[in-house]
């Protein structure tokens, strides 16, 4: 009897090592499928009811309203603070891009927080003449939602909630106080154009600069 457990014991020793490089296999397999999903997660932003339900102030109405996403082709975010001096210099483009794509993009600014109230984002609208909808997101819920940062910063999604492009509007700006003469890459644009003619978009990601997004 003695040898015969003697013999099963050297039995499971020889088998223990094999379990273990087996566990360890699934181990990583399980880790690797992880890290997999959560970057497909990141990448595309689906849930358009979880979107929906964030209640957002309307300058131009003042009152709360909802945005739908999928009401056009795609949907430009582009998140701006009143007193940033950025923000401030690329009204007239974003209004070049509004007047451009308005019949297949919608285009959102929003401005995160309580810092600002109705009165200073009107009178910021009515000095630069902005003609796209210009949004509060008093509670950070979609700029959270949308990993936003820093304003001015743009975040394109499809009519399906796929991450298109994020990142600065163009190349113009190289840092918060280092800028080209003229911008000779314009991500967001060339963004859209691509989406729209069903292209490889060939830049998906690059560094906004700005202002960044406080807790308030």
């Known amino acids: 009897m003695i040898i015969y457990h003697r013999d099963r014991l050297n039995s499971v020793m020889q088998i ?10 699934i181990i990583c397999l399980v880790f690797t499928a992880y890290c997999l999903h959560a970057q497909v997660l990141y990448d595309s932003l689906t849930a358009f009811n979880k979107i929906e339900t964030f209640k957002l102030v309307a300058v131009n109405q003042q009152k709360n309203t909802f945005i739908h996403l999928n009401d056009k082709s795609l949907s430009l975010f582009i998140f701006l603070s009143p007193e940033c001096p950025l923000c401030q210099n690329y009204t007239k483009i974003i209004n070049q891009l509004q007047e451009q794509f308005k019949t297949q993009v919608a285009i959102y600014g929003i401005v995160p927080g ?15 003449l902005t003609t796209f909808n210009i ?22 999604l499809d009519s399906k909630g796929n991450l298109i492009y994020t990142g600065a509007i ?10 080209k003469i003229k911008a000779s890459q314009h991500y967001v644009k060339d963004a859209i154009q691509q989406s729209l003619q069903s292209a490889d978009i060939t830049i998906k990601k690059t560094t906004a600069y700005g202002c960044k997004i406080n807790d308030f």
């Open 16 to 25: 223990l090592p094999n379990m273990r490089k087996r566990i360890f296999i």
């Open 114 to 128: 309580k810092a600002y109230t109705l009165k200073e984002l009107t009178a910021f609208r009515d000095k630069y």
């Open 170 to 179: 163009d190349d113009w700006a190289q840092g918060q106080s280092k800028k």
């Open 135 to 156: 949004l509060i997101d008093t509670k950070k819920l979609l700029t959270q939602y949308l990993n936003a940062t820093v304003t001015p910063q743009a975040i394109l």
